[in-house]
């Protein structure tokens, strides 16, 4: 707990918004869709990546080999994915206040993924 | 589980990669950002004001009095949010796919949160 509260601290140092960069990715063409360990352990090495604190982490399956949808709750924010294997999409969201960077979160999830096209939207919070 | 099923099968229908509408909301100056209970309450309303169903509700508080990060899972997506009382700001995103309307979610937030400032970003995912 010493630790969470830290990086909710931390995070105010930049900005009296405490600001932090919103990644939005879109995966088109993307593998794993419907494995929900597989996923799990992406948004882990994710977090992993950034160096971020994971509090929580909530996934359903949409019925067997169906969508995965979940987050990855953090002392830092959030990871979120949301997958259709049907057409091969997944919207994955990365939020991190404070010393930690979520592009970093890119890589591990592209590995993971290996999409054909990726579309990654950045934006200023706060 | 069924009315699951239908929420996300019926997201196929207009576009092959399933878009929704991202919206995220930087709430400036706002109340009640230390108050779980009435965050929970807020989620809640804001799902269902999108006509949306909740399938998981996580929230933690950072310290008696401190911020919330949270996240509704739905059946459509998600709505994360994370406050940070000591300045009064909020950040929230808002995803849903299929017949849901996240842009509806802005209002009980609003009513709730009254925040002196509001910036809000709509994003066409997928």
Not at 55 to 80: N, P
Request: a negative charge; hydrophobic letters at 45%.
């Amino acid at each position: 707990m010493a630790e969470i509260e830290q990086a909710k601290s931390s995070a105010a140092a930049p900005h009296p918004y405490l600001p932090g960069l919103h990644v939005l990715l879109d995966l088109f063409d993307a593998r794993g869709l419907a494995d929900q360990a597989g996923i799990e352990a992406t948004l882990r090495a994710a977090a992993r990546a950034c160096g971020a604190t994971v509090l929580d982490m909530r996934l359903h399956q949409f019925g067997q080999d169906g969508g995965v949808t979940g987050v990855a709750l953090l002392a830092e924010s959030h990871i979120s994915i949301h997958t259709w294997p049907e057409t091969g999409f997944a919207a994955v969201d990365i939020f991190m206040c404070g010393a930690c960077d979520s592009r970093l979160a890119v890589a591990p999830l592209r590995d993971y993924f290996a999409p054909g096209r990726i579309d990654i939207k950045t934006i200023a919070r706060g």
